[in-house]
């Protein structure tokens, strides 16, 4: 027993040991065949070089049309004789404004409703409810911007009770936008010229546009039906009608 555990450690104590020196070329080893794996990777992809501005164009107009918010509103004792006086009286006005010259797909329905109508509330007492009254708006287009007073005039004449407001309009909006669209561009361009000069790089071609919201001014001018008459002064002054985009221009090499 003796002789077998003495043979034991002698076999143990001679079993080979990796020494710190060892451990240090092992690691350096994985190194040197870590490194091509490493340097195989491609690059990173850089973005396109791009000169990214904004352009704004404008073009001043002259409103050419309008459209005139208008209707009535009657009361009665039942739901019905309200709805049945309001619609005998829109019928006249909606004859009126035919017979100026109005055409029936220039007059439009824009809201019509009927709601109970209460008395005065008293101490302890909840509102009596005492009729109806039904409400009826229309929209009317005009189609020459100085014809405004006397369709207003002829509402007025007609029964109309409401005159809402007047909304300037331009018939040719597509056409005075693309104006500002073509100066909108041509202050984008200009830019880019002037940073590409400055950065000492060439100016290539478009890489893209991005047109920004329009804005297109559409002002309202509110009327008191009772306080208009015929050749009521209805100025529409000019509009500026203006629009913006961005352009990414690619460098030129």
């Known amino acids: 027993m003796l002789v077998a ?5 002698q076999v143990a104590n001679s079993r080979p040991t ?5 451990r240090v070329m092992l690691f350096a080893a994985w190194l040197a065949a870590a490194a091509p794996a ?17 352009g704004e164009g404008t ?13 009535l509103t009657v009361q009665a004792k039942t739901a019905k004789e ?10 006249a006005i909606e004859t009126a404004l ?30 009596k409810r005492v009729g109806f009254s039904a409400s009826n708006q229309i929209r009317v287009n005009v189609g020459q911007i100085g014809r405004v007073g ?14 809402n407001g007047v909304r300037f309009l331009h018939s040719n909006l597509s056409r005075l936008l693309d104006q500002a669209r073509q100066a909108a561009f041509a202050d984008a361009k200009r830019k880019a010229e ?44 000019e509009d500026t009608l203006r629009t913006q985009i961005t352009v990414g221009f690619q460098v030129a090499h």
């Open 18 to 22: 990796v020494g710190f020196g060892a």
């Open 38 to 54: 490493a340097q195989a990777q491609p690059p990173p992809t850089l973005p396109p070089a791009r000169i990214i501005v904004t």
């Open 59 to 71: 073009v001043n107009a002259a409103p050419d049309a309008a459209e005139i918010m208008s209707g």
């Open 150 to 163: 006397e369709i207003l005039d002829v509402l007025i004449s007609a029964g109309a009770s409401e005159a």
């Open 98 to 127: 035919r017979g100026a010259g109005i055409a029936p797909n220039d007059i439009q329905t824009v809201r019509f409703s009927v709601s109970p109508v209460y008395g005065p509330e008293q101490a302890q007492t909840p509102p």
């Open 82 to 91: 309200a709805t049945d006086a309001n619609s005998k009286a829109m019928a």
């Open 194 to 237: 002037l940073y590409a000069s400055a950065a000492g790089l060439g100016l290539g071609g478009v890489a893209w546009i991005s047109e920004d919201p329009l804005y297109a001014p559409t002002p309202m001018v509110q009327a008191n039906s009772f306080a208009l008459a015929r050749g009521v002064p209805i100025s529409p002054g």
């Open 5 to 9: 555990a003495a043979a034991s450690r």
